[in-house]
């Protein structure tokens, strides 16, 4: 079995961000961070768009779980609350490709 890949998509400033790349440390999942402020503002625009064709939801963070050919795309729906869900979601995926 292929090793998952994890993109994390997320900005400087965005609180939860910060958080969910924390609770995945917490738990060993290695990820790679794609800061979307370092982009210009059409790759940002397409970057959007991206999110809400693959999420239904523009928000940071998005996270990207490659496993293979297949890819799982998780947002957190732009709501702190559901924080530890996403992280789960995540740990799961990456643990059961383990």
Same mark, same amino acid.
């Given at each position: 079995?292929?090793?998952?890949r994890v993109l994390v998509y997320?900005?400087?400033?965005?609180s939860p961000c910060k958080e969910? /790349? +924390?609770?995945? *440390?917490?738990?060993?999942?290695?990820? %790679? %961070?794609?800061?979307?402020?370092? =982009?210009?503002? *059409?790759?940002?625009?397409?970057? +959007?768009?991206?999110?809400? /064709?693959?999420?239904?939801? +523009?928000?940071?963070?998005?996270? %990207?779980?490659? =496993?293979?050919? !297949?890819?799982?795309?998780?947002?957190? !729906?732009?709501? !702190?609350?559901?924080? %530890? /869900?996403?992280?789960?979601?995540?740990? *799961?995926?990456? /643990?059961?490709?383990?």
């Open positions: 079995m292929s090793e998952a997320s900005l400087s400033m965005c969910l /790349k +924390r609770s995945l *440390q917490e738990r060993g999942v290695q990820f %790679e %961070e794609v800061m979307l402020d370092d =982009l210009c503002p *059409q790759v940002k625009n397409m970057m +959007r768009h991206l999110f809400v /064709k693959r999420t239904g939801h +523009r928000f940071v963070p998005v996270v %990207e779980v490659i =496993l293979g050919t !297949e890819q799982y795309w998780i947002s957190n !729906e732009g709501q !702190e609350h559901i924080q %530890e /869900k996403v992280v789960q979601q995540i740990t *799961q995926l990456v /643990k059961s490709n383990s």
